[in-house]
């Protein structure tokens, strides 16, 4: 059964860093999320995309973050230069339509 | 601001009987329904999701809906100590793409 997959699982970096976090969404499907996890918190949405833009982008997606689809099959989210704040599991998620989203295993971002 | 609402728990049951898991949301006008299951430390796993009022079922899982009352709920059967773990009630409106989580209600099934 095809799956998402992201890269890296966990990714340490030093404050004012940037990280970029990589995700292949599953292969048929066309619209693709990013989403958040701060320990012990709710899953937060941070964008969306959908033909190569940005559909829609929540209130944490400030300046500092950014996406992108480089290939046919990455999807990318970069931090630009990280917070502590920053520091969460990081989602990618993917749909055929704009209904069920399955998600990826997530990358662990940990900001010293 | 809409707001998914869910009761953190723990909900302990013994293995083999009926879970009942609870939702409430704010925003009257959503349309999608979903229910993720979060193991500790891993990523959402879709269990169901449900457009229409009432029930639907799924081997031993059934979602419930009632938009009158802004009441979501999921049912699972037969527990078995492997369900315990984090349920998320997902909510999504339907001109947008983006899901409204509940912080989740964690449940405990012991053998």
């Known amino acids: 059964e095809p799956e998402v997959t992201q890269t890296p699982s966990h990714q340490v970096t030093q404050m004012g860093q940037e990280v970029i976090l990589r995700c292949v969404p599953i292969?048929?499907?066309?619209?693709f999320y990013w989403y958040r996890q701060i320990l012990g918190q709710k899953v937060e949405f941070l964008v969306s995309?959908?033909?190569?833009?940005?559909?829609?982008k929540s209130e944490i997606f400030d300046d500092q973050f950014s996406v992108e689809r480089p290939d046919g099959s990455n999807f990318t989210l970069k931090i630009r230069s990280t917070k502590l704040e920053d520091s969460a599991m990081y989602f990618c998620?993917?749909?055929?339509?704009?209904?069920?989203?399955?998600f990826g295993p997530g990358t662990r971002l940990t900001v010293l | 601001q809409k707001e998914v609402e869910q009761n953190s728990g723990p909900l302990s049951v013994p293995e083999g009987a009926i879970a009942s898991l609870n939702c409430t949301y704010s925003?009257?006008?959503?349309?999608?329904f979903f229910w993720y299951r979060q193991y500790s430390g891993k990523s959402p796993e879709l269990i169901m999701f449900?457009?229409?009022?009432g029930d639907k079922e799924d081997g031993r899982f059934t979602a419930q809906l009632n938009k009158a009352s802004q009441y979501v709920s999921l049912l699972i059967r037969d527990s078995q100590p492997s369900d315990s773990a984090t349920y998320l009630c997902?909510?999504?409106?339907?001109?947008?793409?983006?899901?409204?989580f509940g912080k989740g209600t964690m449940l405990l099934v012991s053998p």
């Open positions: 292969s048929n499907h066309l619209y």
């Open positions: 449900i457009y229409s009022n």
């Open positions: 997902a909510v999504k409106p339907q001109e947008y793409s983006t899901l409204t």
């Open positions: 995309f959908y033909n190569n833009e940005i559909s829609e």
């Open positions: 925003d009257r006008g959503s349309q999608s």
């Open positions: 998620a993917s749909s055929k339509r704009t209904d069920t989203q399955y």
